[in-house]
């Protein structure tokens, strides 16, 4: 890999974790693919990054013009072959032509298309919209670095994505940065009043948002959200790697993608609520669902009392849990601890039942009664987390 290409992964895998970032897989005729491929949930990632050296020639104009062919049209070239490869497969290989990177079926597939485009030293405008088959969003490598870091998890940065093509549809839009009109979409949400053709700004809105005290606010909150992630990253640690077998990544990575899913703003509701049963050791937690979400959580500390059977009290606390949450469909059990030889240890269960029936019912209340599994139950929900009492956990 270039030094660019290496930075862009290393972005991507800080942003979307291990489990969905792939630097360079393996394409038709046994090539690579793409720079980088990002696959989580439904969405589909194709990233192509070119770094190119601005030409000696004289004419900025033909400079400019020499530029972009090689580093953006050329990229546009690349996404849109890789594009094509996927169209026929439900799999690809890894870079290291072992492992294989199971894709969403064709039926549900976002594909969402990026070009970044290093070697300009973000002095030239970046063409944006349809190449020819289908719209790519270009970046720079300061509007790469900005963008993954404060848009960091799959879903705000998806989001991002799907809504500036929406909005940018048949609109005039001229702004000097990428991180302006990203500042523009934080403030706004895109929601305007009325009706514009046209978006035009003379610039430093970025500059503007990060030293507003909306920004200094936000910033205060995400130490605790990023429990979330360190949990999600003990988990792929703990039960992955090299010599892990398709089937239990896959199997695993089905289990976290949802936890994966949540939004930063939902990580630091749920970091606080997680945090909390770090230090308080209750025997479990069942988390209301966030937003009308169709899961919920279960979190349980691990200790010496439960160690033995801690798999299957995870999942028995998921079966009651889902009884008492009629309006999801999945469960996530977490489970936390020590082993009592010094060594931090992380459990995982996932239950999907969409509709349950009566003798699912019947079970989960015979378990909720024999076991005293959430008899008295203490339902915790986005406001029972309190940030003053935030250790920040693994993180200092």
Aim: proline share 4%.
């Amino acid at each position: 890999m270039t030094s660019s290409e290496q930075y862009v992964a290393h972005l991507c895998q800080k942003s979307f974790l291990p489990f969905w970032n792939f630097p360079n897989p393996i394409g038709k005729k046994n090539k690579e693919l793409c720079d980088v491929l990002v696959v989580c949930g439904n969405y589909i990632l194709i990233i192509s990054v070119k770094d190119i050296q601005v030409s000696n020639h004289t004419d900025e104009n033909i400079q400019y013009e020499r530029w972009v062919k090689k580093a953006v049209e050329d990229s546009a070239k690349q996404i849109y072959g890789a594009e094509r490869f996927l169209e026929n497969v439900d799999e690809v290989f890894a870079k290291n032509r072992t492992n294989k990177i199971s894709l969403p079926s064709k039926e549900e597939r976002i594909i969402l298309r990026i070009a970044i485009a290093f070697g300009s030293k973000n002095t030239f405008p970046l063409p944006y919209g349809d190449f020819g088959q289908g719209y790519i969003h270009t970046f720079d490598e300061e509007t790469t670095s900005i963008l993954l870091n404060e848009l960091d998890t799959i879903s705000d940065f998806t989001k991002y994505l799907i809504d500036k093509e929406q909005f940018l549809k048949g609109e005039y839009f001229s702004m000097p940065k990428e991180s302006d009109f990203l500042a523009f979409y934080i403030q706004t949400g895109l929601d305007i009043d009325e009706k514009v053709d046209s978006l035009v700004s003379d610039g430093g809105l970025w500059d503007s948002y990060i030293e507003s005290e909306e920004y200094t606010e936000w910033q205060k909150l995400l130490p605790q959200s990023y429990i979330w992630d360190y949990m999600i990253t003990q988990l792929h640690d703990y039960h992955i790697s090299n010599e892990t077998s398709d089937e239990r990544r896959n199997e695993l990575e089905e289990a976290v993608r949802v936890i994966n899913q949540e939004s930063r703003i939902n990580r630091i509701e749920l970091g606080g609520i997680l945090d909390i049963a770090i230090q308080t050791k209750p025997n479990a937690r069942m988390l209301k669902p966030i937003n009308d979400a169709k899961h919920c959580y279960v979190l349980m500390p691990l200790t010496s009392k439960n160690w033995e059977g801690k798999e299957a009290e995870l999942e028995l606390r998921c079966v009651v849990a889902r009884m008492e949450n009629p309006t999801v469909e999945r469960v996530i059990g977490i489970g936390f601890g020590n082993n009592g030889n010094g060594q931090d240890h992380y459990d995982i269960c996932s239950i999907y039942i969409p509709e349950m029936s009566e003798e699912f019912i019947a079970h989960a209340k015979e378990i909720k009664e024999e076991l005293r599994y959430f008899r008295n139950p203490k339902i915790s929900h986005s406001k029972a987390y309190r940030k003053d009492e935030f250790k920040g956990f693994g993180l200092w």
